[in-house]
């Protein structure tokens, strides 16, 4: 990919998501003015890319500061929250100072929830390092961590200033990172852009496998294209609020496969990676809306046979079902003893399905696990 491009987020307090190769130099841009300090909260195996990032910001006449984050889901924990708030106290940070989340998911997540709280909230300008940080956790807002009850239990709404993709970074990714990530491509081509879908089944190996798209075309065409999804969603309803003020399924279409994902990765105490778990989501949402009547044989069969060309899990035995149904119990869609799901009602075409029987909710388990 030769050439940046710019998406922009059209919701009360617009920004970008720049997406390109090589693109780190623009972050400076995108903190705004005003900004002294800068707060790089970054994983273990993103020092480098910290430290490049602290020097670009140094030169650039910012007073930079580095904070290492324990790898993946361990850094969203309240302890680790806590330690990021004694940093920023310890260094003074005001309202006018920021933060760069860069990382996967989990730190960009993290840094976001720190941003939103410290202070009330500072700025935050997400730098997303792997696909799923970039097609997802690092746009439209939603940051938290996680409690031993549940995943994302505690949280807020906290818009970036800015979002940079530099596609770079996914040289370095491991396969199974990248892979987990184009779970939610592909839940992004099964709920609004089913070009998504045609792209990675012409090309299946391409798609799981950067080196095997060297100009990096087609990776760079699976972000934008979902970035850009994400982008829509989020712009019409970023408090999720919509479909339960009876205004249309909203953010909560985000959510397709999650109701079941979450539950998997709360049962196997955040050691799975979160698109592996949102594979099998897919897998038992699409099963669940055909065993309800909602959804045709061929599309619910086409999520699992997608998935699998990726190498993504399409089934799940390692929980038995009522420590599942107790997990899918907490998911945020959840109003009271209603579980609530997305389903598709055929292909792009969301819909909710609420408070299904539990005897159809286990037969669309017994799909997945047998
Ligand atoms: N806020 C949202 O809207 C949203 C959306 C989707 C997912 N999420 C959250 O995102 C998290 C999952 O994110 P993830 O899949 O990015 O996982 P992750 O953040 O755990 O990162 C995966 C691994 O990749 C490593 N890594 C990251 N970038 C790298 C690079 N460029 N080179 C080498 N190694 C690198 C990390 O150290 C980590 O071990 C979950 O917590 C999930 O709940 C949030
Ligand atoms: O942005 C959203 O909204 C999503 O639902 C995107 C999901 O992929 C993401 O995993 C999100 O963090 C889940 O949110 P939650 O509210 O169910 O915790
Ligand atoms: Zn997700």
């Known amino acids: 990919m030769s050439e940046s491009v710019r998406i922009p987020v059209r919701t009360s307090r617009p920004y970008d998501v720049v997406v390109g190769t090589n693109v780190l130099h623009e972050l400076p841009g995108l903190l705004g003015d005003g900004v ?24 650039r006449g910012f007073s930079a500061y580095l904070l290492e984050v324990p790898d993946a889901e361990q850094s969203k924990t309240a302890e680790v929250a806590a330690r990021c708030w004694s940093a920023l106290g310890e260094w003074g940070f005001t309202r006018s ?23 009330r909230g500072v700025a935050v300008v997400q730098v997303p390092t792997t696909l799923l940080g970039m097609v997802d956790a690092a746009v439209g807002g939603k940051t938290g961590i996680n409690t031993a009850e549940g995943k994302n239990l505690v949280g807020a709404f906290h818009e970036p200033v800015g979002v940079l993709c530099d596609l ?20 992004c081509g099964f709920i609004a852009d089913p070009v998504i879908l045609d792209l990675i089944e012409a090309d299946p190996a391409a798609a799981a496998d950067p080196a095997g798209d060297p100009a990096g075309d087609l990776t ?3 972000v934008e294209r979902s970035v850009r999804i994400k982008a829509a969603v989020v712009a019409d309803d970023l408090t999720e609020t919509s479909a339960t003020a009876g205004g249309g399924i909203g953010r909560e279409v985000l959510n397709y496969g999650h109701t079941m994902g979450h539950a998997i990765e709360r049962a196997e105490h955040y050691r799975w990676r979160h698109g592996a778990a949102v594979s099998v989501g897919l ?5 669940l809306a055909r065993l309800a009547g909602r959804l045709d044989e061929q599309t619910a069969r086409r999520h699992r046979d997608i998935l699998e060309l990726l190498g993504l899990p399409t089934a799940y035995r390692g929980a038995d079902w009522p420590n599942l149904l107790a997990g899918m119990r907490l998911d945020k869609k959840a109003r009271g003893d209603l579980v ?24 669309a388990y017994d799909t997945i696990s047998g």
């Open 36 to 59: 002294r300090k800068v707060a790089v909260v970054h994983q273990q195996a993103l020092t480098a890319t910290g430290e490049r990032i602290r020097d670009l910001l140094t030169g």
């Open 97 to 119: 100072d920021a933060l760069v989340g860069v990382g996967g998911g989990a730190t960009t997540d993290l840094a976001g929830f720190v941003a939103a709280t410290w202070l």
């Open 168 to 187: 770079a970074a996914l040289r370095t990714l491991p396969a199974p990172d990248y892979v987990s990530g184009l779970a939610e491509v592909v839940k």
């Open 220 to 222: 760079a065409e699976l």
């Open 283 to 287: 897998v038992y949402v699409a099963e």
């Open 340 to 363: 609530r799901f997305v389903v598709l009602d055929g292909l792009a075409k969301p819909g909710l399905l609420e408070g299904p029987d539990t005897a159809l909710m286990r037969s």
